[in-house]
């Protein structure tokens, strides 16, 4: 197992367009999430899963944006009319829950430009 | 609502030197978390800090915790131009994690 991955990851659309993203967290791993990036700041939560179960979602994802996971193992992200605020780094993670020194392992993200 | 802060945002640096990072956090939490994260890359673990009074050091980086006073340092000891990253603290509560802005540094010859 080579570590989270996401695909794709650059992707280019033009506004309004739908869009959607893969997270594969690392197998043995039952929680998942997905973070955004914007150029300058940290990254802030979106949403996350455990197993299949989405368990919290920010504020921050508008009606837009949709997650599943539907058989615990991967995730999808879409984003629906995408806007040119979407323009992100989008990042995913995955951790062992709820064991207590759990560390959460990030992917190397989706960059997303809405032109 | 958790919020982290970290200052400063920016630093330069001549190799050589030390500095230290902050990293203030609003509530109590389960663990905190110093990232690293090169231009356009994502995110490498450092450091993962468990209670009070916990200690690492990898290298020319140590990073602490104060969970009373509800801070964090990471102190950069001779810097290196191979240090020159932005670092970010995440402080983690009920498994989701909160970062801070990141501190972008520079290391100058």
């Known amino acids: 197992d080579t570590g989270v991955s996401q695909n794709p990851r650059h992707k280019i659309t033009k506004r309004g367009q739908n869009v959607t993203f893969r997270c594969d967290p690392i197998s043995e791993h039952n929680r998942l999430y997905w973070y955004r990036q914007t150029l300058g700041q940290g990254p802030e939560f979106l949403t996350y899963f455990q197993n299949e179960a989405q368990l919290e979602k920010s504020r921050l994802l508008s009606d837009r944006f949709s997650a599943e996971r539907p058989k615990g193992s991967f995730s999808t992200l879409e984003i629906q009319r995408t806007e040119q605020g979407d323009s992100a780094m989008y990042l995913c993670?995955?951790?062992?829950?709820?064991?207590?020194?759990?560390?959460?392992?990030f992917g190397q993200g989706t960059r997303l430009t809405v032109v | 609502e958790l919020k982290v802060e970290q200052n400063p945002l920016f630093l330069s640096m001549q190799e050589g030197k030390n500095y230290t990072i902050y990293c203030n956090y609003s509530?109590?939490?389960?663990?905190l978390y110093w990232y690293r994260q090169d231009p356009g890359k994502s995110l490498e673990s450092l450091f993962v800090l468990l209670s009070n009074g916990a200690v690492k050091q990898e290298g020319r980086l140590m990073a602490s915790l104060d969970t009373k006073a509800r801070l964090s340092t990471l102190h950069i000891t001779a810097a290196v131009h191979d240090l020159s990253a932005t670092y970010f603290c995440?402080?983690?509560?009920?498994?989701?994690?909160?970062f801070g802005d990141g501190t972008t540094l520079t290391v100058k010859p």
């Open positions: 509530t109590t939490s389960d663990r």
């Open positions: 995440a402080v983690v509560l009920a498994g989701k994690s909160t």
């Open positions: 993670a995955s951790s062992l829950a709820p064991q207590g020194n759990t560390e959460a392992f």
